[in-house]
């Protein structure tokens, strides 16, 4: 993750808006300082990324809304960060007042949103993010304040703190809350486990109680399933012959009903009969008027179409005449408008006369010279304008040679002179100075040799300084471990007898033992007599005998010595491999020392010479170019030059050409000017323009007369036609007269159109009553012809009730005959069915007795099987339960057995927790993977010199930290004699380390650094710096909290927070 931009808005003593950006203060340095007084918020800036990522505060003393500036209604923070390439803006805001200043009665609750973005800034396209912030990080907020946010001086006080205090520092450094809430959430668990327990054997003693056994439930089981299938028979026997008699008196009900609907139909039919009579008679009567309707339209119709045609044609007559009246009007307006027009046109045609007359008078040429030559002149005015051009460029052209003639000589003499100073340069000028570029490469090749000879000589004497003294070290360490290893042989002999003997007395023991509970007074392994009390005795002293304390010992003299062993034999063999490193260095000394030893010449001779030809190549070069240049210059000038005069030529010849034009005009124009020039020129234009004005006026003038003529020919013809159309208004007025006098006599007033429309709906009426008529004919005939099918289908029915009832009496009868019943009132009515003789004309009182008596059993035996399946049911389900409650106990008896293993495992680590050995066995692992990841970053940090060592021990924490300098002969030293500069290069190596523990899968590219400055001095502060510098190397954005100004001055940027007097801050960025 990389910060981008953070803008904060009245957050603590930031009031109002504030924005830092964390992209331009990388484009100065990756490296910057946060600093500012006391309470001037740098702490702020920490809290304000904690917010806007988290919604939790770095500063564990403050919630949410105490971040906003006091006195102000709300608060906002937007971050912008980075991660894999993509930009997400994370957004925090509170507010903690209402729009009047009150404080809210209920805290609002902050509102937090992650957006992604398409740019680096707040006003880029953003969009929802689908995934939360730990997802995206890969950090909880707790990770992210350890990865992010150094706290340097808590690890300083790690180092130099005593074994327990460093526990605790532990725990805070490391999440060791666990811990403390193991113990409470074990006791609560082993309590409700108890409880489970307790509730199991409750439960278990309830479902045991009192109540039939198994097997009685089985024996009534079977015997109500034997008296259920016996009534479930007799049942089913009644209720079919219940069936059959249902049936039977159906068959018996619907025949009755059948015969009772043929005499309803037979009524129907009769009355049906006598209204189609009627009918029939009633058509009559209405075909006679429908004939009588068709007659007299087709004898009226024939003459009222005519009349409706001359109806129509007075319309036309009557449209026409208006249209008639419209055009008459029309001509006469025309005729008007044309006689105004050629008024117009006379008196323009005057004005024309007159300008005519006027022109005329003001030529000073031949009118009629200057209509025939006009053509000729304006060729000849053109000519002679192009000759005046021409003469012009020519004069010019002629200038523009000289000056390229006298400039192109002064050109060749200079690049004669520059040819003569090239020539004195030696011709491998640029020969020699490659010669000498690589003389002074293969020099300089072998003068690094020679040095890196040198160097390389120096190395390998203090490697092999520091081999040797390795080899001292490994020399005393392998005397100490021998010695070490003889002492421990010698005290562990005296042990293991010791162990031997107790072998002896535990075999002693069990003899004693047996013979004791065995009642004897005899030694089972030799048979002689011992006494019981001397038996007490000797058990009493054998069980004395305690060797746990000796064992132990013995075990801790086994496992050093087999740590001592292991170490003296990687010494040896480490020792070997200094040996071999040291003849390996050697040789290599002697190859250095022949490379070194070489005699070289010096550099400056071959500089200065080098020095000199450059210069001398510099100036051929440039001398070169110049004239190269002034070569180019002349070609272009003799190229100018040549092309000036051709163009010289074809102006000359065009202008001859254009002259001899000139002279065949002025031939033509004799008449008018003996000679062209500008005064004949000038007089002439004047006279052409007049002619052309002239021209005009004529044109008009002709233009006038054929409009006149035209407008007499048009006034002529709408006279014409004018007189035509009186003549037609006259004619069609009296058509029209003629057809209304006609249509009056024929019609009365009516319209013949409303008289045709009252015979066609008269006709159409006796139709459709025609129509209507032969209509309820034809469904009369219908349910006529239904009634018959009816009585047809009912005829049918009538047989197959008396088939069905003939079939349902013999099934009754044999039925009957099958069933024996010992039950007195059951076998009467069997008896009777066996012999029943009810027939289709029976009475319906006669069935009522048998289906009563039919559902009276039937009901009583249905109730007697529902009884005895509820008996049934009743035992079977209690059967059932008596199942399930023995799954039930058994169940409960299995949990109960795993209840009580969960108990056991827990109260050993009850037992475990109690004595704090697993909080510090977990502690001492992350203590040893701490200091592992601290030599990892020491190793990056200061090369490889210091590195943290601890004597662990299995399930414990080191009691305190030693630090070897392996550039000062690798002597070990306690962490406390550290200097205040090397404290703090140790801890925040330890920071780092933490963090990248912590970080796991996560990209950090930003972290931040606080506390630890200000007990440093000005050398160590010194060393600070290059730590941060290298640390700024592995692409890290670094960012320095401090007020320390000897160090913040020292690095490039500063963040600085200015505090005001009102207590508020301001951001600002400063470069040193």
């Given at each position: 993750m990389r910060l981008i931009r953070l803008r904060v808005r009245n957050i603590a003593s930031l009031k109002g808006e504030q924005e830092v950006n964390f992209q331009e203060i990388q484009s100065h340095s990756s490296l910057f300082a946060i600093t500012g007084e006391t309470g001037s918020g740098k702490s702020s800036i920490l809290n304000s990324i904690g917010l806007a990522l988290y919604g939790q505060i770095y500063k564990k003393n403050v919630t949410q809304l105490d971040v906003v500036t006091l006195g102000e209604k709300d608060g906002s923070i937007e971050l912008i960060f980075q991660v894999k390439g993509k930009y997400y803006l994370a957004d925090w805001r509170a507010r903690v007042r209402k729009q009047n200043g009150e404080p809210y009665s209920t805290p609002q609750t902050p509102t937090r949103n992650l957006y992604t973005l398409e740019g680096p800034d707040f006003e880029s396209a953003k969009n929802i993010a689908t995934v939360n912030t730990t997802e995206l990080l890969n950090l909880d907020f707790d990770q992210f304040c350890k990865c992010i946010i150094l706290n340097q001086g808590e690890f300083a006080k790690f180092l130099t703190s005593s074994f327990t205090d460093r526990k605790e520092i532990l725990e805070k450094l490391y999440p060791g809350e666990m811990l403390e809430s193991m113990g409470r959430e074990l006791k609560s668990e082993i309590d409700q486990l108890q409880k489970a327990k307790s509730d199991i054997e409750i439960e278990?003693?309830?479902?045991?109680?009192?109540?039939?056994?198994?097997?009685n439930l089985k024996e009534q089981k079977e015997s109500l399933e034997s008296e259920l299938k016996i009534l479930e028979g007799t049942f089913k026997h009644i209720e079919e012959l219940d069936y059959h008699f249902v049936s039977l008196t159906s068959n018996h009900d619907k025949h009755g009903e059948n015969n009772r609907k043929i005499e309803t139909i037979k009524k129907e039919m009769s009355e049906l009969t006598k209204s189609y009579n009627l009918l029939l008679k009633s058509g009559q009567e209405i075909?006679?008027?429908?004939?009588?309707?068709l007659k007299n339209l087709e004898t009226r119709l024939p003459a009222l179409q005519v009349l409706l045609t001359k109806e129509e044609t007075l319309k036309n007559l009557e449209a026409q005449l208006k249209q008639l009246q419209v055009k008459a009007l029309t001509h006469a307006n025309v005729i008007e408008k044309l006689t105004q027009d050629s008024k117009i046109i006379d008196e323009k045609e005057v004005s024309l006369n007159s300008k005519l007359e006027t022109t005329e008078k003001e030529f000073n040429f031949s009118l009629n010279d200057l209509r025939g030559l006009r053509k000729e002149l304006e060729e000849a005015f053109d000519l002679f304008a192009d000759?005046?051009?021409?003469?012009?460029?020519?004069?010019?052209?002629?200038?523009?040679?000289?000056?390229?003639?006298?400039?192109?000589?002064?050109?060749?003499?200079?690049?004669?002179?520059?040819?003569?100073?090239?020539?004195?340069?030696?011709?491998?000028?640029?020969?020699l100075e490659s010669q000498i570029e690589n003389?002074?490469?293969?020099?300089q090749k072998d003068l690094e040799k020679k040095q890196r000879a040198e160097v390389a000589l120096e190395s390998l004497k203090?490697?092999?300084?520091?081999?040797?003294?390795?080899?001292?070290?490994?020399?005393?360490?392998?005397?100490?471990?021998?010695?070490?290893?003889?002492?421990?042989?010698?005290?562990?002999?005296?042990?293991?007898?010791?162990?031997k003997l107790q072998e002896v007395l535990s075999a002693s023991l069990i003899c004693v033992d047996h013979a004791l509970t065995s009642s004897k007074e005899s030694c089972p392994v030799c048979e002689q007599f011992v006494p019981h009390k001397r038996l007490e005795e000797l058990k009493a002293n054998l069980t004395k005998t305690d060797l746990k304390e000796i064992e132990t010992r013995g075990r801790e003299l086994n496992l050093l010595l087999l740590k001592?062993?292991?170490?003296?034999?990687?010494?040896?063999?480490?020792?070997?491999?200094?040996?071999?490193?040291?003849?390996?260095?050697?040789?290599?000394?002697?190859?250095?020392?022949?490379?070194?030893?070489?005699?070289?010449?010096?550099?400056?001779?071959?500089?200065?010479?080098?020095?000199?030809?450059?210069?001398?190549?510099?100036?051929?070069?440039?001398?070169?170019?110049?004239?190269?240049?002034?070569?180019?210059?002349?070609?272009?000038?003799?190229?100018?030059?040549g092309a000036l005069k051709l163009d010289l030529q074809k102006k000359e010849q065009v202008l001859a050409v254009t002259q001899e034009k000139l002279s065949v005009l002025e031939s033509k124009t004799k008449n008018l000017v003996t000679e062209f020039n500008k005064d004949n020129i000038r007089d002439l234009k004047k006279d052409l323009r007049l002619l052309?004005?002239?021209?005009?006026?004529?044109?008009?003038?002709?233009?006038?007369?054929?409009?006149?003529?035209?407008?007499?020919?048009?006034?002529?013809?709408?006279?014409?036609?004018?007189?035509?159309?009186?003549?037609?208004?006259?004619?069609?007025?009296?058509?029209?007269?003629?057809?209304?006098?006609?249509?009056?006599?024929?019609?009365?007033?009516?319209?013949?159109?409303?008289?045709i429309q009252e015979l066609n709906a008269v006709a159409k009426k006796a139709q459709e009553d025609w129509a209507q008529q032969e209509q309820n004919q034809r469904k009369q005939e219908l349910q006529l012809k239904e009634f018959q099918s009816r009585m047809y289908e009912l005829d049918k029915l009538t047989k197959d009730y008396d088939l069905h009832f003939s079939q349902e009496l013999h099934q009754i009868r044999e039925k009957a005959k099958t069933l024996s019943i010992s039950e007195e009132t059951l076998a009467t009515l069997i008896g009777h069915l066996a012999n029943l003789s009810l027939t289709l004309e029976s009475e319906k009182v006669l069935f009522i007795p048998i289906s009563e008596s039919l559902k009276t059993q039937k009901d009583h035996y249905k109730n007697a099987v529902n009884e005895c399946r509820m008996k049934f049911a009743s035992v079977r389900a209690r059967l059932e339960d008596w199942e399930k409650l023995q799954d039930k106990i058994l169940l409960l008896n299995l949990k109960a057995k795993d209840i009580q293993e969960k108990l056991d495992r827990r109260g050993r680590l009850s037992e475990v927790l109690g004595k704090d050995e697993l909080r510090t066995f977990v502690l001492s692992l992350v203590e040893e993977n701490l200091i592992e990841q601290t030599n990892q970053e020491l190793q990056k940090l200061c090369q490889g010199r210091y590195e943290i060592l601890h004597q662990s021990r299995r399930m414990k924490l080191t009691p305190e930290f030693y630090i070897m300098d392996k550039f000062r002969e690798g002597n070990l030293r306690k962490v406390s004699t550290l200097?205040?500069?090397?404290?703090?290069?140790?801890?925040?190596?330890?920071?780092l380390g933490l963090a990248e523990m912590t970080r796991g899968q996560a990209e950090i590219d930003s972290l931040f650094i606080d506390e630890g400055f200000g007990t440093l001095d000005q050398e160590s502060l010194e060393d600070v710096l290059d730590m941060l510098q290298q640390i700024q190397t592995r692409g890290l954005m670094v960012g320095i909290i401090s007020h320390i100004k000897s160090l913040t001055s020292a690095i490039p940027v500063n963040l600085v927070l200015s505090k005001k007097q009102d207590g508020t801050s301001s951001v600002s960025i400063k470069m040193n």
């Open positions: 278990r003693e309830a479902l045991k109680g009192d109540g039939l056994t198994g097997d075909l006679e008027k429908k004939d009588l309707a000759k005046e051009v021409k003469d012009e460029e020519m004069k010019g052209i002629k200038l523009r040679l000289q000056e390229i003639e006298l400039q192109g000589k002064e050109t060749k003499k200079e690049s004669e002179g520059l040819s003569e100073k090239l020539k004195a340069f030696p011709a491998d000028l640029k020969s003389k002074k490469k293969d020099l203090k490697a092999i300084i520091e081999i040797n003294q390795e080899k001292e070290v490994s020399d005393r360490r392998i005397e100490t471990l021998l010695a070490l290893i003889k002492k421990t042989e010698l005290e562990l002999i005296p042990i293991e007898t010791t162990l001592s062993r292991e170490e003296e034999r990687i010494l040896s063999e480490k020792k070997n491999t200094l040996t071999i490193q040291t003849e390996m260095r050697q040789k290599e000394m002697t190859e250095h020392t022949v490379e070194a030893a070489k005699t070289l010449p010096s550099l400056e001779s071959l500089d200065k010479e080098l020095a000199d030809i450059k210069k001398q190549v510099w100036d051929f070069d440039n001398l070169q170019k110049e004239h190269l240049k002034l070569e180019t210059e002349l070609k272009k000038s003799r190229e100018q030059y052309a004005s002239y021209l005009e006026a004529e044109a008009e003038l002709q233009k006038c007369r054929q409009e006149k003529e035209h407008i007499s020919l048009q006034l002529k013809d709408k006279t014409f036609e004018k007189t035509q159309l009186e003549v037609e208004l006259k004619r069609l007025s009296e058509e029209a007269s003629i057809l209304k006098t006609t249509l009056q006599t024929e019609l009365q007033g009516k319209l013949a159109k409303d008289l200097s205040g500069g090397e404290t703090f290069m140790v801890s925040l190596a330890m920071a």
